[in-house]
Every structure is written in C-alpha cells, then in structure tokens.
C-alpha cells in the first residue's frame, strides 16, 4: 500500500535517532545511484539531432477549362481523402464602380440568409444533413461563395451553393435585420481601442476616395440607407459568369468537375448592364508624409493600442521575396526583433508584429501592439529604434538562416488538403499569377544575402515617412509621447 507523506509521519517520529540517521543515509546513496544510472540517458537527450536537407516543395497541378456560358473552372485533384472543395470567386467586390460603402460586404452577408424559396434555418438544415459547409463573403476584390462536402454528397451540395449564389431570396426582414445588426456593431466598436485605431490608421494613411480610406464594413451614414432592393439591385447585376472562376479542389477530376458545374452553373446568363471595377492604374498613389502622431482619447484605458505604419509596396513587385525576409526578421515571426525586445526582454506586451498587407491595390505596411499604458512612450521609442537598425545595420547570419527557414519550412504544409489549395489557387487568381510562381519565389528567398534584405528595408522602408496612431489615456500617455520628437502631434476623435 502506497501512503501518503502525512501517513509516514508517526512512524518516522516514533524511531530512533540512530534508525532514522541510517533511513537518511539509505536515501542519499539511492538518490545517487539513480542518479549516476540516468545520466548517460540525459546526455543523450539533450544532444540535439543532426538535421537533414528541408523537404522540397511540391505544388499541385491545375488543369484549366472554360464552360460556354464564360465561367473559367480551374481543378486540382487530390484523392487521398474522399473530400471536395468548390470555390466561385467573382471579380469585383466592394470595388465596383459606384457601389455604396458596405453594400457588397452586406449582400454577401444576406446570401445566407435564404435562397431558392428556403428560409435561413432550412438552408442551414439541408447543408447539415449532407455534412457539407458552405459560405460566403466579399473582398476589395471579389465576391466569394465556397462549398465543402464529402464526395459522395457534393452534388446535391453543389445544387444549394448554386441557389445561394445565383437565386438568394434578401429578404425584406432578413436584409433588415442584417443591417441593424451592423449598425449596432458601428456603436460597440467605439469601445474597441483595436477597432478605432484601426479606423483611424487607415482613414489617415489613405486619401479620401481611396479604396482602403473606409472599411469594407461601410459606415453608419451609407449602412443606414440600404434595403432589399438594393442589395437585390447591386448583386443582380454583379454577378458574372464571365468574371467568374469556379475553383474545385481534393477528390475530382476535370471531367467531374466540368460535369458538376455545368449542371449547376451552366444556365448562368450575364447582367445586362455589369457594373465595372477601376482598373488600378487610376487609383492615386497614397501621399507619404513625414512622420506624425495622431492621439485618441480612451480615459481610463490599461493598456495602449499602437498601431504605425504608411502605404505599402505592391505585391507584384520584383523585391517581393526580399520585403518578405526584412518584415519577417523585423517583426513578422515570433523571435522577430519587435517581439523579441517588447514582449521577451521587456515585458511591455503580450505581442508586437509588423506586416505588409498584400492586395492588387498595394495595402499599408503596419507595425502594431497594445502596451500597458505605463510604457506607450518607451515602446513607441522601440519601434522607432528598430525600425532605424533594420536599415542602418547588417542583419545577422543567424537572423537570416532562421528568417529563411521560418518561411520555406513554414509553406511546405500550407498546400495539403483541399481548402489550403483552393486558397492558394484563389490567391493566384486574384493576382493574375500562376500558383508555379510561389516555388520561384521561394527559390529565390532561400538565396538572398544580407545586403539584399538591407536594399529592401532602404528601398521600401521610411522611418522618416510614418503615420503613428495611438489610443489610449491621453491624460498619462500625451506628455511621454510628445517628448519623443516623433514629429507633429494631433488629436482626434473617432
């Protein structure tokens, strides 16, 4: 019987001295012989094995066709589980010319509010009992609806997604509610420093008139006025199965693929009337002012939300690979340097990263991270330290190798199943590039020197040029942060 140590107690009082001196001894050699036993183990566990030459990257193959009514239908098979994905990604999105602000996201939203004479819940039911997904959303760029199912019910699955996306019922009630819904959230955000810093960021960074000025989300004024002929008005006509791409992925051939849309897709017909997207050479390239603070009052508020940035670079860009080793040496990796000196060694926050954010319309470059409000203005010092030293001083061997590893190594499970593929296609269409470029890319990561990442940070990377926005509790943060000489500081209201 096993005792516990309160159990042992009497006995070991009740012996002798001499009895409980020779128990002693009788455990220390015990302790040491088991010691001296493992030892040899321990050193062998703690010899770090030798690595061996990093898997090579292997895309999958895309076949390509294009039905009679326009629809372009791309398919990559894998047949190792018996699962399929489909992807309808129409161009256009919240870009379309003349679109309200929110409108597209908000049409997006309704699709799965009822189609094809079903209500909401009855939609949600018959997806349920085929074990099938299915969902819907817009970008900047595009309207997506996408499925998911076993094989064996995908083709009944295929029949709903086609009534969510060609025949949804916006109904008065349901578009009504969603927009409610929407402006109730318009209200909360206000109390989300992480949602008004980003507001204010992007409407600072951009120019009116620019796409990323506003959110996707819309705002209170244009929201307020939608209705069901509106969203009915703006997805009728937007919906195009010539600027549509119908991407299906896992276990499916083309010949099954081609089959099972064009049952369900084929009688597809063209607006009249399809609203255009600009084309991105009209958009003005975002100004690039010296660096400013702007300031938002949150009273009270424990931490601080940083968030410092300025227009990005394009994703096309020839630089591409050596933008993306910079940003993730400086802070787009756990053990990069912002994370490291903020959250390992100094313990101002959970996190600090940085990020470029790729679009067709090149995004923001963004560093960000909320910290106690007690060190808002020793962080902001940080951030402008290292953003300095990423272009002042030659990164190390070490910090290259890793930067490389963590995105090489990091991409060779990002292709495997039947989601992470038609993300990936879906990606390379949006672009205008073939998914082979992404091995180009990577080839090209893995051979970058020192001296080329530092070109990027230079090339594409002003400290100078920054647009700081901070929320927090003005009345102890300001004075730190003014005495930063950062540049100019103002206050604003969200």
Known sequence: MIRHPEQLAPSLASGSAAAGRLMSTDVIVAILLLAASISPLAAQVTTAPTLGPAPTLVLPAVERAVLPN???????????????????????????????????SLAAGALMEGAGGRTGVQLAEEIDLLGARIGAGASWENFTVSVRAPKRTIDP????????????????????????????????????????????????????GHPFHGEIVGD????????????????????????????????????????????????????????????????AAPPHPSTRVVLVDKPGAAQSVIWIGAPGASRTSPDYPAIELMN???GGSFSSRLNDFLREQLG????????????????????????????????LAVFFREFKRIQTEPITAT??????????????????????????????????????????????????????????ADDYFDPARMTVVVVGDLAKIRAGIEKLNLGPVEVQTY
């Open 70 to 104: 326009g629809i372009t239908l791309l398919v990559s098979r894998n047949a190792e589980v018996p699962i399929v994905e489909g992807r309808l990604i129409i161009d256009g999105g919240a870009r379309l010319q003349g679109v309200a602000p929110g409108l597209a």
């Open 157 to 208: 699955a295929l029949s709903l997604m086609a009534d969510v996306a060609l025949r949804p019922n916006f109904a008065s009630a349901d578009v009504k509610r969603l927009r409610d819904l929407r402006l109730v959230g318009f209200l909360t955000a206000r109390d989300r420093p992480g949602s008004v810093a980003s507001k204010v960021f992007y409407r600072n960074v951009f120019p009116a």
């Open 220 to 283: 209170s004024a244009s929201v307020a006025t939608f209705d069901s002929a509106a969203v009915r008005r703006l997805w009728s006509s937007a919906i195009d199965p010539h600027r549509a791409t119908f991407i299906v992925t896992g276990d499916v051939t083309l010949a099954e693929a081609r089959a099972w849309v064009t049952k369900h897709f084929g009688n597809w017909i063209a607006p009249v009337h399809p609203p255009t997207k600009p084309a991105i050479a009209t958009i």
């Open 328 to 330: 993730t040496i400086l």
């Open 348 to 379: 101002y926050t959970y996190g600090a990263n940085s990020r470029f954010e790729w679009s067709p319309v090149p995004g923001a470059f963004i560093a960000s991270a909320q910290v106690r409000t007690n060190v808002t203005d020793s962080s």
């Open 399 to 456: 910090e290259l190798e890793r930067g490389k590893a963590y995105i090489v190594l990091g991409a060779l499970d990002n292709y495997e199943t039947a989601g992470q593929v038609a993300g990936a296609i879906s990606s390379s269409v949006m672009f205008g590039r073939p998914l082979a470029a992404i091995s180009r890319e990577y080839a090209k990561i893995e051979l970058l020197t020192t001296a080329e990442v530092q070109r990027a």
